[in-house]
């Protein structure tokens, strides 16, 4: 946070430095005053971001395994870890920070858990879409119709308990791949 203290005193000394000048160019005679307000932030009183983006990251976090903390909005030390933690999974700087490399090497990640998800759902027989790794429609109802086939809850997302039960039925027999030829 002293980069902060830092820029805010330049803007301070910048905008003093202003109100000097411009009182300054009256040729009249006249003085001109200026009034400057600055709003001041100090290293001891950083302001947490909250809103639904945060929310929202909670809520992926949540899904993905990283963060067990409630979904209120509040970037705080709960939210801080759990971005920590999936930075190191992803191979990022782990700072905690929400960025712009985290942001796209998760997207990156996504792209390619989803094609594996549909690749295998296309080689059981229950996805016939383009391996794209976009989560689209087709591979929602894939899922469901997958998910259904295994007695678990069909909700369209592969989560650790459709992979679980795939998995069982895969090593069971109970779902063998198909054949090319039908």
């Known amino acids: 946070m002293r980069a902060r203290t830092w820029k805010t005193a330049i803007v301070v000394a910048a905008a003093l430095i ?25 290293a001891s009183a950083p302001q947490t971001p909250t809103g639904p983006a945060v929310a929202e ?11 067990t903390g409630p ?21 990022v700087t782990a700072d905690g920070i929400y960025g712009p490399e985290t942001n796209a090497a998760l997207k990156n990640k996504g792209h390619y ?9 296309a ?7 383009p391996i794209d790794g976009s989560y689209g429609p087709a591979t929602t109802d894939a899922v469901k119709a997958l998910q259904t086939d295994l ?25 063998k791949p198909k054949t090319s030829s039908g």
Do not use: H, W
Not at 30 to 42: C, H
Not at 57 to 67: A, K
Not at 123 to 129: A, D, K, L, P
Not at 152 to 171: I, L, M, S
């Open 18 to 42: 202003l109100s000097v000048v411009l009182a300054a160019c009256g040729s009249s005679g006249k003085t001109t005053t200026v009034t400057v307000t600055v709003q001041s932030t100090t």
């Open 57 to 67: 990251l909670q809520r992926v976090m949540t899904r993905l395994g990283y963060y």
């Open 71 to 91: 979904i209120d909005g509040i970037y705080g030390t709960g939210t801080v870890a759990g971005v920590e933690a999936m930075q190191k999974a992803l191979g």
């Open 113 to 121: 858990i989803v094609v594996e998800i549909q690749t295998a759902l």
């Open 123 to 129: 080689e059981y027989g229950y996805y016939t879409g």
């Open 151 to 175: 007695g678990v809850t069909a909700d369209g997302r592969f989560g650790p308990e459709t992979a679980k039960a795939f998995n069982e039925a895969v090593a069971s027999g109970q779902l």
